[in-house]
C-alpha cells in the first residue's frame, strides 16, 4: 500500500484545513489510517486515526474537539479535518497504514507512511 498526504498550507489561529490521504493498493481500503504530526525539535506524534471496518475514530486529547477524521472506501480516501487551529498545530502531518482493524497510537505499529504535508498556523 502507498499513501500519499495532501491538503498541507498556511492558515490563520482559529482557521481550518483538510488534510486528504490518499491509499492506492488492492487492499487500501482494509487498512486502518492513523495521523502524525512532527513539529521542528519534536518527537513525532499521534494525532488521529480510524478503523477500516467500523470507522472507529481515536484523537489525541490535543485535538479532540476540533479535529475529525473520516474516510471515503470508495476513493480510498481518509480525511483530517482541522479547525479552531492554534500554531502548536504547526508540524509536519502524516498518514500511515496498518492492516489492522484497530487504530493505534503508537507509530511503530503503522507499516506504512505517505511522505508528508506541511501546515503552519500563524498568529
Known amino acids: 500500500v502507498q499513501l500519499q498526504a495532501s491538503g498541507g498550507g498556511l492558515v490563520q489561529v482559529g482557521g481550518s484545513l483538510r488534510l486528504s490521504c490518499v491509499a492506492s493498493?488492492?487492499?487500501?481500503?482494509?487498512?486502518?489510517v492513523g495521523w502524525f504530526r512532527q513539529a521542528p525539535g519534536k518527537e513525532r506524534e499521534f494525532v488521529a486515526g480510524?478503523?477500516?471496518?467500523?470507522?472507529?475514530?481515536s484523537y489525541a486529547d490535543s485535538v479532540k474537539g476540533r479535529f475529525t477524521t473520516s474516510r471515503d472506501n470508495a476513493k480510498n480516501t481518509v480525511y483530517l479535518h482541522m479547525t479552531s487551529m492554534k500554531p502548536e498545530d504547526t508540524a509536519v502531518y502524516y498518514c500511515a497504514g496498518r492492516p489492522l482493524a484497530v487504530v493505534s497510537t503508537d507509530r511503530s505499529a503503522y507499516d506504512y507512511w505517505g511522505q508528508g504535508t506541511l501546515v503552519t498556523v500563524s498568529s
Open positions: 480510524i478503523s477500516w471496518s467500523a470507522g472507529r475514530t
Open positions: 493498493g488492492r487492499t487500501a481500503s482494509t487498512y486502518t
